[in-house]
C-alpha cells in the first residue's frame, strides 16, 4: 500500500492537505473492464459485457488453427534469432539426431503462448464473421438473448 501526504507550509510549521493513495486511485469495482492506454492519456470503460458466446464460437470454428499456433508459439528454438546459415544446418542436425526427445534451449513464456492462441482466436472470429453476415446477425441475436436473461 503506497500512501503519500502532501503538507504545506503555513509560517514554520507544516500542515497535511493531501493524501494520495495509490492503491486507491487504480482500484476497480467488481466487473470487466477496458482500460486503454495511449500516448497523453489513459481511458477506462466500467462493466464491460465480455462476449463469451462469439469466443466459444470461434474457438470450435477455429480449433486447428488455434493449436497450429500454439505449436508454432511454443515451438523449441535458439534463444537469439536470426541464425546463420551454419547455424541453421546445425540446429536442423540436433532436432533430427534427438528427436521426440529434443531438450529446450528456449521456449517462449506460457503467456506468450496463451497470447498467440488468443491471436488466432480473434483472427479467426474476424474472418467468420466478416464472410458470413449470417453469423454475425446470429451471433447479434444471442448476444441480446443472453444480456435479457443474464438480469
Given at each position: 500500500?503506497?500512501?503519500?501526504?502532501?503538507?504545506?507550509?503555513?509560517?514554520?510549521?507544516?500542515?497535511?492537505?493531501?493524501?494520495?493513495?495509490?492503491?486507491?486511485?487504480?482500484?476497480?469495482?467488481?466487473?470487466?473492464?477496458?482500460?486503454?492506454?495511449?500516448p497523453g492519456g489513459?481511458?477506462?470503460?466500467?462493466?464491460?459485457?465480455?462476449?463469451?458466446?462469439?469466443?466459444?464460437?470461434?474457438?470450435?470454428?477455429?480449433?486447428d488453427v488455434i493449436?497450429?499456433?500454439?505449436?508454432?508459439?511454443?515451438?523449441?528454438?535458439?534463444?537469439?534469432?536470426?541464425?546463420?546459415?551454419?547455424?541453421?544446418?546445425?540446429?536442423?542436425?540436433?532436432?533430427?539426431?534427438?528427436?521426440?526427445?529434443?531438450?529446450?534451449?528456449?521456449?517462449?513464456?506460457?503467456?506468450?503462448?496463451?497470447?498467440?492462441g488468443l491471436n488466432?482466436?480473434?483472427?479467426?472470429?474476424?474472418?467468420?464473421?466478416?464472410?458470413?453476415?449470417?453469423?454475425?446477425?446470429?451471433?447479434?441475436?444471442?448476444?441480446?438473448?443472453?444480456?435479457?436473461?443474464?438480469?
Amino acid at each position: 500500500m503506497t500512501k503519500k501526504i502532501f503538507y504545506e507550509k503555513r509560517g514554520k510549521r507544516y500542515y497535511p492537505v493531501k493524501e494520495y493513495d495509490d492503491e486507491l486511485v487504480h482500484a476497480l469495482p467488481k466487473g470487466n473492464h477496458l482500460i486503454m492506454c495511449y500516448p497523453g492519456g489513459r481511458s477506462t470503460l466500467y462493466n464491460v459485457d465480455p462476449d463469451y458466446a462469439s469466443l466459444i464460437a470461434a474457438g470450435r470454428v477455429a480449433r486447428d488453427v488455434i493449436a497450429m499456433a500454439l505449436v508454432k508459439a511454443s515451438e523449441m528454438r535458439p534463444k537469439k534469432t536470426p541464425l546463420t546459415p551454419e547455424q541453421k544446418q546445425a540446429w536442423d542436425n540436433l532436432k533430427a539426431a534427438f528427436g521426440d526427445d529434443m531438450y529446450s534451449l528456449h521456449i517462449d513464456s506460457a503467456h506468450n503462448v496463451a497470447l498467440a492462441g488468443l491471436n488466432a482466436l480473434q483472427k479467426a472470429a474476424k474472418e467468420l464473421y466478416s464472410t458470413h453476415p449470417s453469423v454475425q446477425a446470429a451471433l447479434d441475436h444471442l448476444m441480446l438473448l443472453t444480456k435479457l436473461t443474464k438480469e
